[in-house]
């Protein structure tokens, strides 16, 4: 369903004004990709680089987190998915007022303060989660999901990556950036995140640090 629909979108929608004067004015790349590697590489590393701690912290939360409340917790299995949806339906809102915020403040300030609370919530965030408790977990989830990672960092995300190119290898440009980015650290995220918990459990360091979350 989801792709018959993403097939009509794009069908009945037309391109861009700046993609149609870039056709117009023989701007078009018959190998953008090429384009991307020979001229703009810098700018993809430094999009890539941008947007690895949140891709990391967002597969924490996605991909681990339900077999973290589960598995080590003992928590019921739908804890996680609870606190997810909740933080997602919240999302729904956040994001386009993130990125209308941008829109006012400028994007750098509102990914680069995301990015800093990325930081500084992260141990906090964990600690949340060790105390059991559900309306806890839910928080935790919506101040770093919600708040930090979809509307202050994700909302202005889009319109940061797209300025920083031109049109004729815009789209070329952001999968490469986000594609890497996705193999390298999303999907890494959850693995490293259980190996991880595997060698503190065994060190006695991470139950030692949900203890402290408990008082």
Same mark, same amino acid.
């Given at each position: 369903v989801v792709a018959i629909a993403g097939l009509v979108l794009r069908y009945f929608t037309q391109e861009s004004a700046m993609f149609q004067d870039a056709v117009a004015e023989g701007r078009k790349q018959s190998r953008p990709m090429q384009e991307v590697l020979r001229s703009h590489k810098r700018t993809v590393q430094l999009m890539i680089g941008a947007g690895a701690a949140t891709a990391i912290a967002s597969y924490s939360i996605q991909g681990y987190l339900p077999a973290y409340t589960s598995q080590q917790l003992k928590l019921p299995a739908n804890t996680a998915v609870i606190a997810i949806t909740v933080a997602s339906a919240i999302s729904v809102v956040g994001v386009p007022f993130g990125g209308w915020l941008s829109d006012r403040v400028g994007r750098r300030p509102l990914m680069i303060g995301g990015g800093i609370a990325i930081a500084v919530f992260?141990?906090?965030?964990?600690?949340? &989660? @060790?105390?059991? =408790? *559900?309306?806890?977990?839910?928080?935790?989830?919506?101040? @770093?999901? #919600?708040?930090? *990672?979809? =509307?202050? +960092? /994700?909302?202005?995300?889009? %319109?940061?990556? =797209?300025?920083?190119? $031109?049109?004729? +290898?815009? /789209?070329? #440009?952001?999968? *490469?950036?986000?594609?890497?980015? #996705?193999? &390298? /650290? %999303? @999907?890494?995220? $959850?693995?490293?995140?259980?190996?991880?918990?595997?060698?503190?459990?065994?060190?006695? &360091?991470?139950?030692? #640090?949900?203890? *402290? @979350?408990?008082?």
């Amino acid at each position: 369903v989801v792709a018959i629909a993403g097939l009509v979108l794009r069908y009945f929608t037309q391109e861009s004004a700046m993609f149609q004067d870039a056709v117009a004015e023989g701007r078009k790349q018959s190998r953008p990709m090429q384009e991307v590697l020979r001229s703009h590489k810098r700018t993809v590393q430094l999009m890539i680089g941008a947007g690895a701690a949140t891709a990391i912290a967002s597969y924490s939360i996605q991909g681990y987190l339900p077999a973290y409340t589960s598995q080590q917790l003992k928590l019921p299995a739908n804890t996680a998915v609870i606190a997810i949806t909740v933080a997602s339906a919240i999302s729904v809102v956040g994001v386009p007022f993130g990125g209308w915020l941008s829109d006012r403040v400028g994007r750098r300030p509102l990914m680069i303060g995301g990015g800093i609370a990325i930081a500084v919530f992260a141990v906090p965030f964990w600690l949340m &989660v @060790g105390t059991r =408790s *559900l309306p806890m977990i839910v928080l935790a989830v919506t101040i @770093g999901f #919600a708040i930090i *990672l979809n =509307s202050m +960092v /994700f909302g202005p995300a889009g %319109s940061f990556y =797209s300025e920083q190119l $031109p049109t004729e +290898v815009r /789209f070329s #440009a952001l999968v *490469l950036a986000r594609e890497t980015t #996705a193999v &390298v /650290f %999303s @999907g890494t995220a $959850p693995f490293i995140a259980t190996l991880l918990v595997h060698i503190a459990e065994r060190d006695d &360091v991470f139950a030692r #640090a949900r203890d *402290l @979350g408990k008082i």
